[in-house]
């Protein structure tokens, strides 16, 4: 059982930057793709972003060069950089991992409790 927690969230305004932090229970990196989702109030998971075995990534269309993915040197640890941050990112943040690249939701297998991220106007 692989056990994912987020961390980072928070409030911060229009166009300012936060960066979070998802930690494994295992350094299991080279096994699953890792990927970050967002849910708003009243709104289905969406796909953010996600990071493969070789660290090749993909993102939404909506967070394409604003947000960055990527993996920590210690193998078990993953970021998600944002930047230039809009009020329409505000939503729970989740991190979350599956064996084949994916942006569906029920591709992923392991989830975080998710952080929220707020964003001011």
């Known amino acids: 059982q692989v056990q994912l927690e987020e961390s980072g969230g928070g409030l911060v305004q229009t166009g300012g930057s936060l960066r979070l932090s998802c930690a494994l229970s295992?350094?299991?990196?080279?096994?699953?793709?890792m990927g970050w989702f967002r849910q708003a109030p009243g709104k289905e998971r969406e796909f953010v972003a996600y990071?493969?075995?070789?660290?090749?990534?993909n993102y939404a269309d909506s967070v394409k060069g604003r947000f960055t993915i990527s993996r920590g040197n210690s193998r078990n640890t993953m970021y998600l950089q944002m930047g230039s941050l809009k009020p329409e990112d505000t939503a729970v943040y989740y991190c979350?991992?599956?064996?084949?690249?994916?942006?569906?939701?029920?591709?992923?297998?392991?989830w975080g409790q998710g952080t929220q991220v707020t964003i001011s106007s």
């Open positions: 979350a991992a599956a064996t084949k690249p994916a942006i569906r939701p029920l591709d992923y297998i392991y």
């Open positions: 295992q350094r299991t990196f080279g096994t699953y793709i």
């Open positions: 990071i493969d075995w070789n660290s090749m990534t």
